[in-house]
């Protein structure tokens, strides 16, 4: 029997293997034997760090959704109007997904359902508290007086929910960030009014910072 | 053997009284033994003219479509910009549409799903007339410069399809009228810019000429 080595710096250039590979070839091209061979570690070793390559995936994105966390939570702490950080907020997801937004990330809904399915989970608690930013906006006057808030708070997570599926995003003569930005244009500038719809989609455009 | 009576005049009876349920009651409610007893005609009599439940729905149907294609033929010969005809046709969809959004009539993609495909296939070649008229409006200025038309025809599509399902149309605190026009709002009043935007909300709401 070999010795038994459980590291967090093995464990760490596990997940950084898998990030680079997602983000160039997407899920469906990422083996455990071609990890093995890139990193020169051993399969054994790797199943030691993680049982199945379904635990790799898992604590991998588990990362994604600590970033976009800590996005949130940074965003909410600017002295800015809720209209602002609401913006801010979506705009630090699409940086956050930005370099995953590819073909074969794509393959992540039909691969591993369940995963995918944690994700639709976490992307409603984010709407929630999108939802309690566009409240305030409304309170601050930044709401297109014509919509009803009711109505908005219904169906706005059902249009978010139904345009980001795989089959939407990823088309193929279209970047996936841009399909996004094009949504959010869409939307956002079709909910706010005065000032915060102009400044849309500049904000959106703009360096992550 | 009785006297086979096929006329006109019964086959309008059979389709105003089938108007009339659809929109009190829906379609699950509807019986042809119910129609016998109401319009006081045999059994036998309906089958004469529509061999088929089904074949009442679709001829109904049928109605609905000539109806709404001809409202798109009528607001096509106005002298007005591409995006005033625009609105006018979709408001025409609305209001041709009204007497039937309720509850009961959400049950139609469930209980006729060749019918349901069918009205899904005729809505792709309305919002082939709609793209149309967004594109002269484009040329005439009055789309929002942020977005891409390339990408919006592609998105436009998938948001309306997805948008105007019974599941989501069909809300039970919500009335269906109201959810459409929401919709409308926040993606025209996203698309379009200055004075059509403007005027969107007070259109839409316009009582039927």
Do not use: C
């Not at 074969?104 to 939802?131: C, N």
């Amino acid at each position: 029997m070999g010795t038994t080595i459980v590291s967090d710096e093995i464990r760490q250039r596990i997940l950084t293997y898998f990030e680079n590979q997602a983000q160039r070839h997407g899920l469906s091209a990422f083996t455990v034997d071609r990890m093995a061979k890139d990193l020169k570690i051993s399969k054994r070793t790797i199943y030691q760090h993680f049982p199945t390559k379904d635990a790799i995936i898992t604590t991998f994105m588990d990362s994604v959704k600590h970033r976009i966390d800590e996005h949130f939570g940074a965003m909410e702490k600017l002295d800015l109007p809720a209209s602002m950080i609401m913006i801010k907020s979506l705009k630090g997801i699409l940086d956050i997904l930005t370099p995953f937004l590819n073909q074969g990330i794509s393959d992540l809904k039909t691969l591993y359902p369940e995963i995918w399915q944690s994700l639709v989970a976490f992307r409603k608690g984010k709407f929630d508290q999108i939802f309690k930013l566009l409240r305030q906006a409304q309170t601050d006057g930044e709401i297109n007086p014509n919509l009803n808030m009711n109505r908005l708070a219904y169906l706005l997570p059902q249009i978010l929910d139904e345009l980001f599926q795989p089959e939407v995003v990823f088309h193929p003569s279209h970047a996936s960030r841009d399909m996004m930005e094009e949504v959010f244009l869409i939307l956002f500038q079709g909910i706010f009014t005065g000032s915060t719809r102009d400044s849309f989609p500049q904000l959106l455009k703009q360096q992550a910072e």
